[in-house]
């Protein structure tokens, strides 16, 4: 089945110091999402990125679909983004979309 | 506009037990799917349902589990008898998917952390 690799598989910043977190997918994948886990648990959509570059505030995600990869970006980090971040596609044919194990990060004040 | 709803938040109970997890989904979105997560195995696809018709039930680990939709606003997943390796957090998510290709974004409820002594 598909491999999903994230990393760096963890992550220390600094407030207000910036980072970019890697997702590689080992096959092509349709409908490429980012989520945040944060402390409570809870899976927080970010990004719907199957490909091309989108930005919400201080977050901005790419995906190259025919390197089957995705990038997230954080800039000015803040404690709030601390979590857990991770990807998830799905191969073509089938909704079981696969997760990757993750960037757990931490934001020090 | 409600999210996905699943219940119980949390649940304590002895091995052997009988234990149902209930989900709701997004109103409008055909497709459910029950995830769990460990700290060994991450988030783990158990079974999904389009138009409440389970789909693929490939990663329900044995016959203990079992997963219904009666309706397009109701699901289960039951752990009969529960064990103690069962403790997990169990997440439901619905998307909603005109076809195949066209697959919506995936929403996740809050899960039910269940934890079996």
């Known amino acids: 089945g598909i491999q999903v690799e994230q990393s760096p598989p963890d992550l220390i910043l600094q407030e207000g110091a910036n980072s970019t977190l890697r997702c590689n997918f080992s096959?092509?994948?349709?409908?490429l999402q980012w989520f945040h886990q944060n402390p409570w648990g809870q899976l927080i959509n970010l990004f719907y990125i199957p490909s091309g570059t989108k930005q919400n505030g201080r977050l901005s995600a790419t995906t190259v679909a025919t390197e089957r990869y995705s990038l997230l970006y954080i800039s000015s980090s803040q404690t709030t983004d601390s979590g857990v971040y991770f990807c998830a596609g799905r191969p073509s044919g089938t909704y079981k979309y696969i997760f990757g194990t993750g960037t757990r990060l931490k934001v020090l004040a | 506009d409600a999210g996905v709803i699943q219940s119980p938040r949390h649940e304590v109970t002895e091995m052997g037990q009988e234990v149902t997890l209930r989900c709701k989904p997004i109103?409008?979105?055909?497709?459910l799917f029950w995830y769990r997560q460990t700290m060994m195995r991450g988030l783990e696809l158990l079974i999904y349902?389009?138009?409440?018709?389970?789909?693929?039930d490939s990663g329900m680990p044995e016959d203990r589990f079992s997963a219904k939709m009666p309706n397009a606003s109701f699901s289960t997943l039951k752990i009969q008898p529960s064990e103690p390796r069962d403790s997990a957090v169990y997440f439901c998510a619905s998307s909603f998917g005109t076809n195949r290709d066209l697959a919506g974004e995936l929403f996740f409820g809050e899960g039910s952390r269940l934890t079996v002594l």
């Open positions: 349902f389009n138009n409440n018709v389970p789909i693929d």
């Open positions: 096959d092509s994948v349709n409908n």
């Open positions: 109103s409008g979105h055909d497709y």
